[in-house]
C-alpha cells in the first residue's frame, strides 16, 4: 500500500441533492442569467472543497447514478418506487454538476443499470489495496464498506461537517463488523429504498439478532433459538429476506475502468474559474483561491 496516497470518493448525488433541498426549501434556487437554477451545483462545490480540506486527498473520483432504473428494478420492481421525481428546478443541474466537476479535472463515474454506490464500492474494492480510501456520502448503505483502509464520512447539517465512521467506531457504536449491516437490511427492509425486509422486524431486533449470529445464514440455523413470534416472522418472509438482503449488498463488481493515475487532484485554476464565470456560480471564486493555495502548498 503507498501510504503517501489517498483517494477521496464523492457521492456526487448525494451531494447535489442535499445542496439542492439546504436552500430550496427557502426559494433560493438562484437562478443564473440565462434562467438556469444553480443552488445545487453551488452547494456541491461547497461541500467538495470542504471535504478536498478535510481529507486533503492525492486522487478524487466523484460517482453518479444514470437514471432511475438500475438492475434492483428487475429483482424487485417496487425497488424506490416511493421515490418522487426530481424538482424541475433540479433536473438541469444534474448535467450541470458533472460538468463542472469535469472543468475541476476531477473524473466522473456512472454506469446505466447500476447506482451510484454500485461505482463507489467497486472502486473501493479495485483500489482499497493500493492505498487509503475516504468516502463522503449522506448514504448509511456505504457503512457495509469500512475497513481498516476505508473511512466513510457521512454529510452532516452545514458545509464541512462530517460523522467520521473507521471500522473501530463502526463497531464500537453498533457492535457488528460493518459487512454484517447488509444482513441487518435484510431483516429490517429500508423505507427509503422501499424494501419491506422481514414484517414485523425493526431495527433494534434486527441489530440484536445479527449480533448475536452474525448472519443471515447462522440465524436461520438456529430459528428454533428466537421466541415464537421472531421464528414465525422470519418463516412467514424467507423469500423476502433473501431478497432484501440481495436489495440491500452493494455491488462491488460493477462493469467499469478506472485508471488510477486519471484521478490524481490536479484543479486547474484558470479552467475552473472560466466555468464558475461562465455559469456565475456565486461564492465559489474565494473558496477556490484556498484551494490552490493548499494544491500548491502540497507540490
Not at 95 to 116: D, R, S
Not at 194 to 219: C, H, M, R, W
Request: proline share 3%; charged share 25%.
Amino acid at each position: 500500500m503507498k501510504k503517501d496516497q489517498h483517494l477521496l470518493i464523492v457521492d456526487g448525488m448525494a451531494l447535489l441533492f442535499r445542496s439542492f433541498f439546504s436552500t430550496s426549501v427557502y426559494g433560493q434556487f438562484m437562478i443564473n442569467s440565462k434562467g438556469i437554477p444553480t443552488n445545487a451545483v453551488t452547494g456541491l462545490l461547497k461541500h467538495l472543497f470542504a471535504v478536498i480540506e478535510y481529507t486533503k486527498p492525492t486522487h478524487i473520483i466523484c460517482c453518479w447514478d444514470m437514471g432511475s432504473k438500475t438492475y434492483r428494478n428487475d429483482l424487485f420492481t417496487d425497488y424506490k418506487a416511493n421515490r418522487p421525481e426530481a424538482p424541475i428546478e433540479l433536473q438541469p443541474q444534474f448535467n450541470l454538476a458533472k460538468e463542472v466537476v469535469e472543468a475541476l479535472n476531477i473524473t466522473n463515474i456512472g454506469i446505466e443499470g447500476f447506482e451510484a454506490d454500485d461505482c463507489i464500492g467497486t472502486l473501493t474494492k479495485k483500489f482499497e489495496t493500493e492505498m487509503k480510501i475516504s468516502i463522503v456520502t449522506g448514504d448509511k448503505d456505504i457503512l457495509q464498506l469500512l475497513n481498516d483502509q476505508v473511512d466513510v464520512l457521512i454529510l452532516q447539517k452545514g458545509i464541512g461537517n462530517y460523522k467520521h465512521y473507521t471500522r473501530d467506531i463502526y463497531v464500537e457504536e453498533f457492535a457488528i463488523e460493518p459487512r454484517m449491516l447488509i444482513d441487518v437490511k435484510a431483516l429490517m427492509g429500508d423505507s427509503s429504498d422501499n424494501y419491506p425486509g422481514v414484517k414485523g422486524i425493526g431495527e433494534k431486533t434486527a441489530f440484536k439478532l445479527i449480533s448475536q449470529y452474525k448472519s443471515i445464514d447462522e440465524l436461520l440455523l438456529c430459528l428454533s433459538e428466537l421466541t415464537k413470534s421472531q421464528k414465525m416472522k422470519i418463516e412467514n418472509d424467507l423469500e423476502m429476506l433473501h431478497l432484501s438482503r440481495k436489495l440491500a449488498e452493494i455491488n462491488c463488481t460493477a462493469p467499469l475502468e478506472c485508471i488510477l493515475d486519471d484521478s490524481l487532484l490536479l484543479i486547474d485554476e484558470e479552467k475552473a474559474l472560466s466555468i464558475i464565470k461562465e455559469h456565475e456560480l456565486r461564492g465559489i471564486q474565494s473558496i477556490l483561491k484556498n484551494i490552490m493555495f493548499s494544491q500548491e502548498e502540497a507540490i
